[in-house]
């Protein structure tokens, strides 16, 4: 899999509020820390020590790293205490467009991701073990030439499943005024992407809607002689749009935004150059590790940063499941409803909490037996607060009416004993149903 990639600069406006999710301390299930000391690592080029490598290959196997990127574990001099005696250097002198001869990090045993992100491309299988929801990744790093003149040191760092699907971006630069540090995400802005058509899914994808990778300076002006860290936590929620990606920088959360999850749901270019709203082949993507990069060009493009460039050093990521507040809430409903204006329908539905359940239902049959509605798949599902107290249930994903495939939105919320319950549907075809329960039971708490 290979990509461009284009970045709209300059738009440093968080507004990711409403990503917000409470989380719980994770348990690691699964991690990795490398300091690149002896006797596990030695000096030279990290290509083949301790699972380091090029893009992930069948079986197991491994490409190699391009011999010509300007990268080693080297002795240190001078560098932060931290770092040990020996740290792993790279640097831009040779810049490349390509992804699968990048140096990538070991893989973990236990992947995470979506539910239904995809860990595999065209038969190649590029992490596995027991899916997680959350991953956590964290670096330290310092100029490579503190004393020296910088002149266009960059390097960027991504969690990856192995073969350059890249689910979130850091870029190191150093300056003279000292080191900065990039985020880039991907944003659908509304009207959504969904599931159901072409069309449907090509708002997830356009331009003119503001549908784009954006970058964010989150740091600056850092000190090139010391050490810094920069740590990724990243929550996966099922469904579009609702990824939390928390940037922190020395420690100090600097930025709170999405992944590239809906890059790869909705962008053709990520999708052998179609998309056609379809689940089962537009998804999410898994991660396992850190692809390290050097972009921005072809060839030897910073001659003046041979041997210079950034130490890394403390490097550790982990796969984790957390659980979530949004755990404990229900929705259940089967019910009959009204729309006020002589139309009635009946409707069914079932979720435990927010991520995907095997039992997750919605259903809708109206009386004038013109829309037979069944889920297929429950992609997000939210609980809120309505402003006069109700709990209020959320539900999207995809399913079929009269038998066609469709992407629906299902609200319904309990007013509890005083007032109605209210219920609606909308689906991509153009159906729509909001009305209110006559009979039977509805109930979100
Ligand atoms: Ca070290
Ligand atoms: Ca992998
Ligand atoms: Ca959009
Ligand atoms: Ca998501």
Redesign the pocket.
Known sequence: MRFKRSVSIGLAVAGASALGIATSTPAWADSRSINFEAPTYHTGSIDGQDGWGGQ?GPGNTQGPINPLIDQAVVMNSGAPASFGQQSWRISNFYTSGSFGDMPFSP?LVNEAGEKHAFNSFAGVQ??GGVRQNHFDMRLSFTSADPTGLESDSYVSMSPD??DGARMSYIRLEDHPAGLSVFFDDYQDHAPFGAYGTPITAANGCNVAQGDDFYEYQVASGLARDKAHTVRLSIDFLDGPRNDVVKVYVDGDLVHTGTTWEDYYRWCPESNQGVVLGDPNREQSRTV??VLFRVGGGQGTTHPQNLGKGFLIDNLSYASSQVERECDNHHGDGDADVDNGSGQHGHAKFHKDGCTSQGDDNAQFDDDQGTHHFQSTSVESADFTTTASGGNMLTMSGFGLDNGNQVGFTMVAVDNGALLPATYSLVLTDGYTFAGTVVSGLLSVA
Do not use: I, V
Request: charged residues 40%; negative net charge.
């Open positions: 992930d893989n590029y992490s499943r192995g396992d590790q």
